[in-house]
């Protein structure tokens, strides 16, 4: 006794004929993309056959007609693949990932540059602290020409110009220490 539906059954002879057309059909498509993509191909392939193509029942006639069903799937999975970048994609396991943190002579340098910026200050006058703390601090020109009882504007301008180039004399003439 079948178990099968009437429906679902199909002919051994037919079942037969779609089994070499599926190998034709996967072959054709694993000479042009990978053996995976070409298996899933095969299975829409066949699926559309038997969905709207049920008609066709010659071998002469089916070929034919799968492989220009395969080639239209083919070039759309290739659009797909290209449209999503998948085509040039890489593996991660190749990208090499740069190291968020500075090099262990970049913070040698840091701390060196630190270091003579600390002593170049402690060396400064109150006046000099006093601007670039509030500087630092965020304050603008004008809020810092209040906080220090200037007259002007125009003379915490030249205070600012004349610390820091009293500054960079005290580091040596350069923000960076020259190799």
Not at 93 to 110: F, G, M, N, Q, V
């Amino acid at each position: 006794m079948d178990t099968q539906p009437a429906a679902t059954r199909v002919e051994p002879e037919r079942e037969q004929v779609l089994s070499r057309l599926r190998e034709r059909i996967v072959a054709f498509a694993a000479s042009r993309i990978s053996r995976d993509a070409a298996e899933d191909l095969a299975q829409e392939v066949l699926l559309l056959l038997h969905e709207k193509y049920r008609q066709v029942e010659r071998w002469e006639d089916l070929v034919p007609l799968c492989l220009r069903i395969l080639r239209f799937k083919m070039m759309s999975l290739i659009r797909k693949s290209h449209r999503r970048g998948e085509y040039t994609q890489v593996a991660a396991e190749e990208i090499s990932l740069a190291d968020p943190d500075p090099s262990p002579e970049a913070l040698l340098a840091r701390k060196q540059t630190t270091q003579r910026l600390t002593a170049a200050i402690a060396r400064m006058g109150a006046r000099c602290k006093e601007l670039f703390r509030l500087k630092l601090a965020g304050k603008t020109f004008p809020e810092i020409q209040v906080l220090l009882g200037a007259g002007s504007i125009n003379t915490i301008y030249t205070w600012d110009f004349r610390c820091r180039k009293q500054l960079l004399e005290w580091m040596g003439g350069a923000w960076e220490k020259q190799s």
